[in-house]
């Protein structure tokens, strides 16, 4: 059997914990506090990158931020998204094709741990990029790592690729961006995902009900090591604040 945290069952898992769709540690407590960096007045228009089951997708609906529209790569989540909230704007695509799906400009691009994910980082920040008006803010909330520092063996390729800040802030500073903040939170990280792997331990049984041993004990192990690892400062964790030049600024 191959697992994969980034699967259909590998969301449903952590959602079945968290108690919603969402895919980030700190669920609605993490929203909350990233969306102060937001001036409310100026967005209309939202994109969120990478929104496997939708749970952030739909936060922002409910909390009338506006127009969201939401991408993601995998074809099941995303037929989830639309049967469980029909309100938003689905759509199955790659991050470094987004410009081919010919949307109106957006004001915030936001992305809750997917960032990561991404096996050409610099491309999919320049597709992000076409994506915005200029003035437009983006959000990236995700793990980071040392630059030089080397990643977690226990965690294996479904780490992936953690934001060095250092080189995101290049990258922006190439690609038309402005950035504004980047905030450590690595020490929600820890307490987020300390809760979390609590909340794996005490739902046991609705694991082995919805998923089986095999997976239960995978998705355990992976995030007792992700906490280890950020116990440790091998990863950390940090919510990013840009926005894109505007054509006077460049």
Same mark, same amino acid.
């Given at each position: 059997?191959?697992?994969?945290?980034?699967?259909?069952?590998?969301?449903?898992?952590?959602?079945?914990?968290?108690?919603?769709?969402?895919?980030?540690?700190?669920?609605?407590?993490?929203?909350?506090?990233?969306?102060?960096?937001?001036?409310?007045?100026?967005?209309?228009?939202?994109?969120?990158?990478?929104?496997?089951?939708?749970?952030?997708?739909?936060?922002?609906?409910?909390?009338?931020?506006?127009?969201?529209?939401?991408?993601?790569?995998?074809?099941?989540?995303?037929?989830?998204?639309?049967?469980?909230?029909?309100?938003?704007?689905?759509?199955?695509?790659?991050?470094?094709?987004?410009?081919?799906?010919?949307?109106?400009?957006?004001?915030?691009?936001?992305?809750?741990?997917?960032?990561?994910?991404?096996?050409?980082?610099?491309?999919?920040?320049?597709?992000?990029?076409?994506?915005? /008006? $200029?003035?437009?803010?983006?959000?990236?909330?995700? *793990?980071?790592?040392? !630059?030089?520092?080397?990643?977690?063996? %226990? @965690? =294996?390729?479904?780490?992936?690729?953690?934001?060095?800040?250092?080189?995101?802030?290049?990258?922006?500073?190439?690609?038309?961006?402005?950035?504004?903040?980047?905030?450590?939170?690595?020490?929600?990280?820890?307490?987020?995902?300390?809760?979390?792997?609590?909340?794996?331990?005490?739902?046991?049984?609705?694991?082995?009900?919805?998923?089986? /041993? $095999?997976?239960?004990?995978?998705?355990?192990?992976? *995030?007792?090591?992700? !906490?280890?690892?950020?116990?440790?400062? %091998? @990863? =950390?964790?940090?919510?990013?604040?840009?926005?894109?030049?505007?054509?006077?600024?460049?």
């Amino acid at each position: 059997m191959s697992f994969r945290m980034n699967s259909p069952q590998g969301k449903a898992i952590p959602a079945l914990v968290r108690g919603g769709d969402y895919a980030h540690p700190g669920e609605e407590e993490a929203i909350e506090g990233v969306v102060t960096l937001l001036p409310r007045h100026d967005v209309r228009r939202l994109l969120d990158v990478g929104c496997g089951r939708g749970g952030t997708a739909d936060w922002f609906r409910r909390h009338g931020w506006g127009q969201v529209a939401a991408i993601d790569i995998d074809q099941e989540s995303i037929r989830y998204c639309q049967q469980t909230y029909p309100e938003i704007e689905f759509h199955t695509c790659d991050v470094t094709g987004m410009s081919q799906l010919s949307l109106p400009p957006f004001d915030v691009a936001y992305l809750f741990n997917s960032f990561y994910a991404f096996p050409d980082q610099r491309k999919a920040l320049s597709e992000i990029r076409t994506m915005c /008006r $200029d003035g437009a803010h983006v959000i990236i909330f995700d *793990y980071t790592r040392p !630059r030089g520092g080397d990643l977690p063996v %226990a @965690l =294996g390729s479904e780490i992936g690729q953690p934001v060095v800040i250092e080189t995101l802030r290049r990258w922006m500073s190439q690609d038309e961006w402005e950035m504004k903040s980047v905030t450590d939170l690595t020490g929600n990280f820890v307490a987020w995902y300390q809760v979390t792997v609590q909340k794996i331990e005490d739902k046991q049984q609705p694991i082995l009900e919805l998923a089986g /041993r $095999d997976w239960y004990d995978y998705v355990l192990a992976w *995030y007792s090591a992700l !906490r280890d690892a950020l116990v440790a400062g %091998a @990863l =950390g964790g940090a919510v990013v604040h840009a926005l894109v030049k505007r054509k006077s600024e460049e």
